[in-house]
């Protein structure tokens, strides 16, 4: 088992900036994919971003391309997403998830284990 624990969300005005943390413990390798996934209120969760197991690739939705840059530490068993030039429609619950797979993919049944959540809110 993984276990997932995400940080660093809270409320910020629009343009401004946050940056994510997702530590994993338990059963954790550093050839885990992991992404970040949203899910706004009355909304489906949707992918943000994912990072390879070596950091080699990353890929972003196109809402987020240019604004928020994934990151990860395997050393500390983390992965961070930064957050830049942030929209009130960034609003959301953003979530971790681990692939144990590694492959690179945006669809949530590829990810194995997830976190709880750290609620984003963006204000106009």
């Known amino acids: 088992q993984v276990q997932l624990v995400e940080s660093g969300g809270g409320l910020v005005q629009a343009g401004g900036s946050l940056r994510l943390s997702c530590v994993a413990s338990?059963?954790?390798?550093?050839?885990?994919?992991m992404g970040w996934f949203r899910q706004a209120p009355g909304k489906e969760r949707e992918f943000v971003s994912a990072?390879?197991?070596?950091?080699?690739?990353?890929f972003y939705a196109n809402s987020v391309k240019d604004r928020f840059t994934i990151s990860r530490d395997n050393a500390k068993n983390a992965v961070y997403l930064r957050m830049n030039s942030l929209k009130p429609e960034d609003t959301a619950v953003y979530y971790c998830?681990?692939?144990?797979?590694?492959?690179?993919?945006?669809?949530?049944?590829?990810?194995?284990?997830w976190g709880q959540g750290t609620q984003v809110t963006v204000s106009s």
């Open positions: 338990g059963r954790t390798s550093s050839s885990y994919v």
């Open positions: 990072i390879s197991g070596s950091s080699t690739s990353t």
């Open positions: 998830a681990a692939g144990v797979h590694g492959i690179m993919t945006r669809r949530e049944n590829e990810y194995d284990y």
